[in-house]
């Protein structure tokens, strides 16, 4: 079975402080990944999908960047936060072979505080 | 751009109710549909997907049908339980699956 991990559960950082969020995927060679951001009480935007170790596209601009180091893990990282960074970050998974029927499962997500 | 409308908001019902939460699309082709459910402070789950025209998706109870003529994808259960609160996303998967848009969520609340 696979399972999602993020790290960590939860931060509190303050305006203008580095960030790096994580997720790893297991059970599962070779998935599709992407990060998704939630402000509180809203939907979810994603942010950045990869389908191979090393290559990230970008969804939408929100001053973060994303890594794909390894086949099963993805990071999402910026160099300065700012308030609107505030929210629940959740990272997700799905097949490789693509199509526009392939579903995406998430993980349990990182709140993240930013004062 | 694809877009997804969710028109209600919030949605208060008893235990035994019937359930209907409405989805509409905007997108060229065929895109896929879906429907997610999230419990406070969880991911979203994955309830059930469709990608033809006509076809049902279900799962849990829940079922929804694919139509391409009204654009629709409307989310229904014959009864529902007090368990069933959360907030329930239809969402449209384009670019190969690599691009998921979601509604903006409803909110279901129901009363023992």
């Known amino acids: 079975a696979q399972t999602i991990h993020q790290w960590p559960v939860a931060e509190i950082k303050a305006v203008g402080s580095p960030l790096s969020l994580g997720c790893t995927i297991k059970g599962k060679s070779s998935p599709n990944l992407y990060w998704y951001w939630q402000a509180t009480g809203g939907t979810l935007q994603q942010l950045f999908y990869s389908i191979t170790v090393g290559q990230v596209e970008s969804v939408v601009q929100l001053n973060l960047s994303a890594s794909r180091p390894k086949d099963d893990q993805f990071i999402l990282s910026t160099e300065k936060l700012l308030l609107s960074h505030s929210g629940f970050y959740l990272c997700a998974w799905s097949l490789d072979w693509g199509g526009d029927y392939a579903e995406q499962f998430f993980g349990p997500g990182t709140r993240l505080t930013v004062l | 751009g694809d877009s997804v409308t969710q028109t209600e908001g919030q949605v208060a019902l008893s235990e035994e109710d019937f359930l209907t939460i409405h989805c509409n699309y905007s997108a060229s082709g065929y895109p896929a549909l879906f429907w997610y459910v999230q419990y406070p402070g969880e991911g979203p789950q994955f309830l059930f997907r469709?990608?033809?025209?006509?076809e049902k998706g279900s799962s849990r109870g829940f079922e929804a049908t694919y139509d391409k003529g009204t654009t629709s994808f409307h989310l229904r259960k014959a009864s529902v339980q007090e368990s069933d609160s959360a907030v329930y996303y239809c969402?449209?998967?384009?670019?190969?699956?690599?691009?998921?848009?979601f509604g903006t969520g409803t909110s279901l609340l129901v009363d023992p």
């Open positions: 969402a449209l998967g384009s670019n190969m699956g690599y691009k998921l848009t």
């Open positions: 469709a990608s033809r025209d006509k």
